[in-house]
């Protein structure tokens, strides 16, 4: 399922940035506008992990990324790399760092958004705060630069719900630029979601060596 419903696929064509690949692990740039696993019927069959497989036919998925987000992805190649690196994340020992272009200017220099969510059934894939069923989420962020309509702030989610870094700035009152789902309202003025993983830390199956991948926002 494409989970930005009401708006069509249009997979953005191209070769897939490579920024590491190994015998265990396999790390990319990936582009806005393109599911990271198929969604269902042909229309969405076109999505990161099936263009890798044609290079990388033992590519196993580990994790994410929204279909309107961009940046730094990390694939396993061994099914130990794909078990290793899943519970990098269940421990939340993955150290994951994005940019975000948001509405409005964020007075404010650090802070920390302590919002419980869950998916909003009758809108599904929406999420929503929800105090008394939801799952706990926790984002960290700090200011970059400051305008009058718009703020540039780096964002560190500490748990990794869905839609959580939408949600988050949404509940902030500082939503992300160019969201279909969020904020329709400011969507049609971007060319995309300034929404984009620049940085992903994490230690390698393979002996444990501790790794840092980087891909430069492209807004």
């Excluded at 300034?194 to 444990?208: I, K, S």
């Amino acid at each position: 399922m494409s989970d930005s419903p009401g708006t069509a696929y249009d997979p953005p064509e191209g070769d897939i940035p490579v920024l590491h690949a190994d015998h265990e692990i396999l790390v990319v740039d990936k582009p806005a506008g393109l599911l990271s696993v198929p969604g269902k019927g042909e229309a969405l069959a076109d999505c990161l992990i099936a263009r890798l497989a044609t290079a990388f036919p033992e590519v196993l998925l580990v994790h994410r990324l929204d279909r309107d987000t961009s940046g730094v992805m990390v694939f396993a190649l061994t099914p130990h790399a794909q078990r290793h690196l899943g519970l990098q994340f269940e421990k939340r020992q993955m150290k994951k760092t994005y940019v975000a272009r948001v509405a409005g200017r964020i007075a404010e220099k650090t802070g920390e958004i302590d919002l419980p969510l869950i998916v909003d059934w009758p809108n599904r894939p929406l999420q929503k705060v929800d105090h008394a069923a939801g799952k706990p989420a926790l984002t960290g962020w700090r200011v970059m630069k400051a305008g009058d309509d718009e703020t540039r702030v780096r964002l560190f989610p500490k748990t990794g719900r869905s839609h959580q870094l939408r949600v988050h700035m949404l509940a902030l009152g500082h939503p992300i630029l160019g969201d279909p789902l969020y904020a329709p309202e400011h969507a049609g003025a971007y060319p995309r979601m300034m929404l984009h993983a620049e940085e992903l830390r994490l230690r390698h199956p393979d002996g444990g060596r501790g790794m840092q991948f980087r891909a430069r926002p492209p807004f």
